[in-house]
């Protein structure tokens, strides 16, 4: 018997409605004391120019919907992160290089 800790093995079950998944066209991120929250978004309607009444500055106004709420506590971030990191690694060495970043 060894004193080193027993590898941890999550099942993740992914409910038959949640299958599908729901399209995100970007995602916000913000913070409390406790987690962060990821909020995923996809637009509702065309973008629009609008002007700040305030200021009278132009801009484009991008109506959108939050899709999908995530709450993850704070220990857990470096794992995701790490995880994101993996993947787009793998997606670049598979697709040959990075995608459109969509902002433009």
Request: with cysteine; hydrophobic share 35%.
């Amino acid at each position: 018997m060894t004193d080193q800790p027993l590898e941890h093995r999550v099942e993740i079950v992914v409910p038959p409605e949640n299958e599908v998944g729901a399209y995100a066209g970007f995602a916000s991120v913000w913070r409390t004391q406790d987690c962060f929250v990821l909020d995923f978004a996809t637009e509702t309607r065309p973008p629009e120019v609008s002007e700040d009444p305030a200021s009278g500055e132009r801009f484009v106004h991008v109506p959108a919907r939050v899709v999908s709420r995530v709450r993850v506590p704070p220990g857990q971030i470096w794992e995701l992160m790490k995880a994101l990191e993996q993947n787009l690694s793998a997606y670049e060495r598979e697709t040959g290089g990075t995608r459109d970043h969509g902002d433009g």
